[in-house]
C-alpha cells in the first residue's frame, strides 16, 4: 500500500532510500506482533505457570495466529505504520519518512550549493 506522504516524492528518490534501508525481516514483522499481543493480554495462568499470550497462540492455534498477525500487518499498513514498497518488502513507515526528510535535506543542500558555485563561477568570469 502506497502511503500518501510519500506521493511528495519521486519513483527516484524512494528507490535511493530503500537501497539504504534494510527491509524488515519476518522474523522482526512477528516479533513486533508478539509485543503487542503480549501487551493486550494478560498472560495466561495455568497452576504457578504463566505463559506469553502470543506464545501460547502461536503453539495451540498456529492458524489463529497466522490470520491475526496478517491483520496485523494491514492494520499497520493501513494506519501508516507499516510501509511496502513495490518489491513487497516491509519497512517502519516512520524509518522510511526519516531517510526521504534527510534525502530531501541532502538535496536540498545540494542544489543550493550548486547555484552557489555557479554564482561564484559567474562572478570570477566578470
Known amino acids: 500500500m502506497k502511503h500518501p506522504k510519500t506521493a511528495l516524492f519521486t519513483k527516484d528518490q524512494l528507490d535511493r532510500v530503500f537501497d539504504d534501508l534494510k527491509p524488515l525481516t519476518t522474523c522482526e514483522m512477528e516479533a513486533a506482533f508478539n509485543e503487542n499481543v503480549d501487551a493486550l493480554h494478560n498472560d495466561v ?9 502470543s506464545l501460547v497462540l502461536y503453539e495451540t492455534d498456529p492458524i489463529a495466529y497466522k490470520s491475526e498477525f496478517l491483520a496485523w500487518v494491514d492494520r499497520n499498513l493501513d494506519d501508516g505504520t507499516l510501509f511496502e514498497s513495490s518489491d513487497e518488502k516491509f519497512y517502519w513507515y516512520s524509518e522510511v519518512e526519516e531517510a526521504l526528510e534527510a534525502q530531501d535535506s541532502l ?4 542544489d543550493q550549493l550548486s547555484r552557489m558555485m555557479d554564482m561564484e563561477a559567474a562572478n570570477v568570469q566578470m
Open 107 to 110: 538535496d536540498s543542500s545540494l
Open 45 to 53: 495462568a495455568i497452576f504457578n505457570y504463566s505463559y506469553l499470550p
